[in-house]
């Protein structure tokens, strides 16, 4: 339900110019936040946030988590700390760059889910990195502003 909702606000915000958009600051700070919350769980506990998305945790699974962990903590500290740069050439590359990187992600997460590798949480994944796609787009192909 609220998936739905963010989902039709972020596609209005696209299409609908008198509508406010969301703000390039915003997208990246949520975006931030999310990498480093996250990142920190696979990088820090990854023997308990494995196993509440149905994984056995083997020490190569183990592994791949923290650099995985890792490389979200770095993608975090990013887009945090860009949040507040005006350069359009630099604002437009952070935004190619992350809208592929949410495409990426996003079939990476559906993948696991229609191959059966993660059980129902997994989906939380598909969602952000759709929702994160969705922003990302909006500032790419809609009408959304990045100041």
Same mark, same amino acid.
């Given at each position: 339900?609220?998936?739905?909702?963010?989902?039709?606000?972020?596609?209005?915000?696209?299409?609908?110019?008198?509508?406010?958009?969301?703000?390039?600051? +915003? !997208?990246?700070?949520?975006?931030?936040? =999310?990498? /480093?919350?996250?990142?920190? @769980?696979?990088?820090?506990?990854? &023997?308990? *946030?494995?196993?509440?998305?149905?994984?056995?945790?083997?020490?190569?699974?183990?592994?791949?988590?923290?650099?995985?962990?890792? +490389? !979200?903590?770095?993608?975090?500290?990013? =887009?945090? /700390?860009?949040?507040?740069? @005006?350069?359009?050439?630099?604002? &437009?590359? *952070?935004?190619?760059?992350?809208?592929?990187?949410?495409?990426?992600?996003?079939?990476?997460?559906?993948?696991?889910?229609?191959?059966? !590798?993660?059980?129902?949480?997994?989906?939380?994944?598909?969602?952000?990195?759709?929702?994160?796609?969705?922003?990302?787009?909006?500032?790419?192909?809609?009408?959304?502003?990045?100041?």
């Amino acid at each position: 339900m609220a998936v739905a909702y963010l989902v039709r606000v972020t596609i209005k915000a696209s299409f609908d110019p008198k509508e406010i958009a969301m703000r390039l600051r +915003t !997208l990246l700070l949520i975006a931030g936040v =999310l990498g /480093l919350v996250f990142g920190l @769980g696979f990088l820090l506990a990854p &023997r308990q *946030v494995l196993p509440l998305y149905g994984v056995t945790v083997t020490p190569t699974v183990l592994l791949l988590a923290r650099f995985f962990g890792a +490389t !979200l903590v770095q993608v975090g500290m990013i =887009l945090y /700390l860009i949040r507040d740069v @005006g350069d359009p050439r630099t604002q &437009r590359g *952070v935004v190619l760059g992350s809208f592929l990187g949410s495409l990426a992600g996003f079939v990476v997460a559906l993948t696991g889910q229609f191959w059966g !590798l993660v059980n129902e949480l997994g989906w939380s994944s598909v969602a952000i990195y759709g929702l994160l796609l969705l922003g990302y787009g909006s500032f790419i192909f809609g009408s959304a502003r990045t100041a």
